[in-house]
Nanobody, 114 residues
Framework: VQLQASGGGLVQAGGSLRLSCAAS????????MGWYRQAPGKQRELVAI???????KYADSVKGRFAVSRDNAKNTVSLQMNSLKPEDAAVYYC?????????WGQGTQVTVSS
């Protein structure tokens, strides 16, 4: 399976972006999808994930500003990012965990200008 992400770009601080990611084929009904990010010089970190049952987990730094959602029928996951801050700038990676087998998307750049 491959993950294709889209929606990154340049936005001013306080603005919004929406990232989307689609799996190239049907995936196991029990899985976790979501988003990680990696800023220059930093480790990749969890942003938000959502299980096929709708259980979510967010990084503390994005709670209340970001919302992760998914469409199980279409094998897609999205990330709505509001009130963006310069510290949110990073390459965002789509993530899929199927019974312990992890797949990463190619990454999409998010740049936030102050």
């Amino acid at each position: 399976v491959q993950l294709q992400a889209s929606g990154g770009g340049l936005v001013q601080a306080g603005g919004s972006l929406r990232l989307s990611c689609a799996a190239s084929q049907n995936i196991f009904s029990s899985n976790v999808m979501g988003w990680y990010r990696q800023a220059p010089g930093k480790q990749r970190e969890l942003v938000a994930i959502i299980s096929s049952g709708g259980i979510t987990k967010y990084a503390d730094s994005v709670k209340g500003r970001f919302a992760v959602s998914r469409d199980n029928a279409k094998n897609t996951v999205s990330l709505q990012m509001n009130s963006l801050k310069p510290e949110d700038a990073a390459v965002y990676y789509c993530y899929l965990n199927q019974r312990g087998s992890i797949t990463w998307g190619q990454g999409t750049q998010v740049t936030v200008s102050s």
